[in-house]
């Protein structure tokens, strides 16, 4: 199974910023991979699928970027509603696996 | 509009049995491939199990199989997640999902999500 890091672990940054998380899978997903966002007490939204193609109604101010073993998800500039955890996902091999999350906190 | 609500969590013991249900609505059910991924308290998400639109392929992670069997009714728009032997590593949230479709293809990312259930296995 593809075993998915993500890095930072924990994120302070504060509204207007630029946010970029990093997730690395252990073997190649091509361009498979997704990402989360999710809320305290929410489930995930889909915010990117197939590395950059953002899904519907999310804002143009997330981006992703990648492919092959290194992915990135861009925030351009922080709004306080995106001060969350963001997950990514890949579907490149069977089973689907998720990674540990990176938290996204205010400075 | 696309509306997964979920039931069936609580409190069992080690060992026991529970069964979840997710009904859907706003879309046809039977069209559609339909997942349960699982989240540990403060933990990231696991994939758990899938069921094909007709319910004749079924798949589940290493970790619940031979123990936990994914079904739906069609007719009733409902997904079920059978959960035997649990175990206090099975605590956790359980959300059903619906893959991500474009009119074209679909694909094994989650796009709509119920809210969850929470099964807590503790004696």
């Known amino acids: 199974e593809i075993v998915l890091t993500q890095s930072p672990a924990t994120l302070s940054l504060s509204p207007g910023e630029r946010a970029t998380l990093s997730c690395r899978a252990s073997?190649?997903?091509?361009?498979?991979l997704a990402w989360y966002q999710q809320k305290p007490g929410q489930a995930p939204r889909l915010l990117i699928y197939d590395a950059s193609y953002r899904a519907a109604g999310v804002p143009a101010r997330f981006s992703g970027s990648g492919s092959g073993t290194d992915f990135t998800l861009t925030i351009s500039s922080l709004e306080p509603e995106d001060f969350a955890v963001y997950h990514c996902q890949q579907r490149s091999n069977w089973p689907p696996t998720f990674g540990p999350g990176t938290k996204l906190l205010i400075k | 509009q696309v509306h997964l609500v979920e039931s069936g969590g609580g409190v069992v013991q080690p060992g026991r049995s529970l069964r979840l249900s997710c009904v859907a609505s706003?879309?046809?059910?039977?069209?559609?491939?339909m997942h349960w991924v699982r989240q540990a308290p403060g933990e990231g998400l696991e994939w758990v199990a899938v069921i094909s639109d007709n319910g004749s392929d079924k798949y589940s992670a290493e970790s619940v199989k031979g123990r936990f069997t994914i079904s739906r009714d069609n007719s009733k728009n409902t997904l079920y997640l059978h959960m035997n032997s649990l175990r206090p590593d099975d605590t956790a949230v359980y959300y059903c999902?619906?893959?991500?479709?474009?009119?074209?293809?679909?694909?094994?990312?989650?796009?709509?999500w119920g809210q969850g259930t929470l099964v807590i296995v503790s004696s």
């Open positions: 706003g879309f046809s059910f039977s069209n559609y491939a």
């Open positions: 999902a619906r893959r991500y479709c474009t009119p074209e293809s679909c694909h094994e990312y989650f796009q709509h």
């Open positions: 073997q190649s997903v091509s361009i498979y």
